[in-house]
Antibody, heavy 117, light 110 residues
Framework: EVQLVESGGGLVQPGGSLRLSCAASGFTFSSYSMNWVRQAPGKGLEWVSYISSSSSTIYYADSVKGRFTISRDNAKNSLYLQMNSLRAEDTAVYYC??????????WGQGTLVTVSS | QSALTQPRSVSGSPGQSVTISCTGTSSDVGGYNYVSWYQQHPGKAPKLMIYDVSKRPSGVPDRFSGSKSGNTASLTISGLQAEDEADYCCCSYAGSYTWVFGGGTKLTVL
């Protein structure tokens, strides 16, 4: 069974940093590209970042470019999102999601990030 | 990267059919056959219901179907059941390993 479990969310002040993790199991992690997708309270989903299976290809949404860094450790079956210079508008539930083809086929339960003073 | 446009809400009675639209541009919905639909119950993770415009993952009832015409994709749910009440969100590939989502539609089963 595919499982994705996010962690690392919490309350952080504007301008602060946070590192999210996503632990994967139930599939060959190193064979799949992964993504981070977020959902602000009461809002729709927003794609945040993509990383290929070998980390050779990485993309970001314009809203986080230059502030967020996606990475992965295939030996640890883990995906990460380093978030710097956080803003109030970054407040959201952050999901990690596996890509199959060009579709997000499995999602974690999410971790809540709240940016507030 | 503008969000795709969905109606805020739709409703239907048990047994009826409802259709949710998802309008984008020629750079996303109209340009690729990679539209997917997700069901999300409150406080839960999104669940894939339709991918590649009209394909159903195993385990998804055939009451759920998808289609696309031009820059607009649609999700149709036939034979509505109480358990179908949820938020539904569309997503389209937008090129260069980027994606755009819709704002979500709340389905109410009357």
């Amino acid at each position: 069974e595919v499982q994705l479990v996010e962690s690392g969310g919490g309350l952080v002040q504007p301008g602060g940093s946070l590192r999210l993790s996503c632990a994967a199991s139930g599939f060959t992690f190193s064979s799949y590209s992964m993504n981070w997708v977020r959902q602000a309270p009461g809002k729709g989903l927003e794609w945040v970042s993509y990383i290929s299976s070998s980390s050779s290809t990485i993309y970001y949404a314009d809203s986080v470019k230059g502030r967020f860094t996606i990475s992965r450790d295939n030996a640890k079956n883990s995906l990460y999102l380093q978030m710097n210079s956080l803003r109030a508008e970054d407040t959201a539930v952050y999901y990690c999601a596996r890509i199959s083809g060009l579709t997000f086929d499995y999602w974690g339960q999410g971790t809540l990030v709240t940016v507030s003073s | 990267q503008s969000a795709l446009t969905q109606p805020r809400s739709v409703s239907g009675s048990p047994g009826q059919s409802v259709t949710i639209s998802c309008t984008g541009t020629s750079s996303d919905v109209g340009g690729y056959n990679y539209v997917s639909w997700y069901q999300q119950h409150p406080g839960k993770a999104p669940k894939l219901m339709i991918y590649d415009v009209s394909k159903r993952p195993s385990g998804v009832p055939d009451r759920f179907s998808g289609s696309k015409s031009g820059n607009t994709a649609s999700l149709t749910i036939s034979g509505l059941q109480a358990e179908d009440e949820a938020d539904y969100c569309c997503c389209s590939y937008a090129g260069s390993y980027t994606w755009v989502f819709g704002g979500g539609t709340k389905l109410t089963v009357l």
